[in-house]
């Protein structure tokens, strides 16, 4: 689900935190070194993206923030300001000579550069907490 965020709506963020959870607590967050990424360009993105995206000639900036049940990917498009909602039952990450994300029918590619590379720590951070999620519901295990 993809929403307009650039101003602020109590019924958004209600819905948001319905979705993904609220945010970490500061604390929760310094233990965490960080819940949210650089900003990272991004270079690709499935055809029902384009919407929310800057014209080819212009870079399209994103941030990824993570949550206790899954991420907000904060899109820049001029002066409004999108937030693609993920939970982690439908993300999906593709890690390979680049970085992207799927969910929804839709994906992200981000572009390799000196922002990618800052926030690969970050994306570690987010592949640890996806899988401690998913072992809560792992059925193959039986105890």
Not at 31 to 50: A, H, L, P
Not at 104 to 131: C, I, N, T, Y
Request: hydrophobic share 40%.
């Amino acid at each position: 689900m993809i929403l307009e965020t650039s101003h602020r709506n109590k019924d958004i963020s209600l819905l948001i935190n319905d979705l993904v959870g609220k945010p970490f607590s500061f604390i929760k967050t310094i233990k965490m070194k960080g819940t949210v990424s650089k900003r990272m360009v991004i270079e690709e993105s499935s055809d029902n993206m384009k919407d929310y995206l800057n014209s080819t000639f212009d870079a399209t900036y994103a941030n990824i923030e993570l949550r206790p049940l899954g991420i907000l990917v904060r899109i820049i498009k001029g002066t409004i300001n999108f937030t693609w909602v993920i939970p982690f039952y439908q993300l999906v990450i593709y890690k390979g000579d680049y970085s992207s994300l799927y969910a929804q029918g839709r994906f992200v590619r981000f572009r390799k550069d000196g922002a990618f590379e800052q926030s690969k720590p970050f994306l570690h951070k987010l592949m640890k907490q996806k899988a401690k999620y998913e072992s809560k519901y792992d059925f193959l295990n039986f105890k």
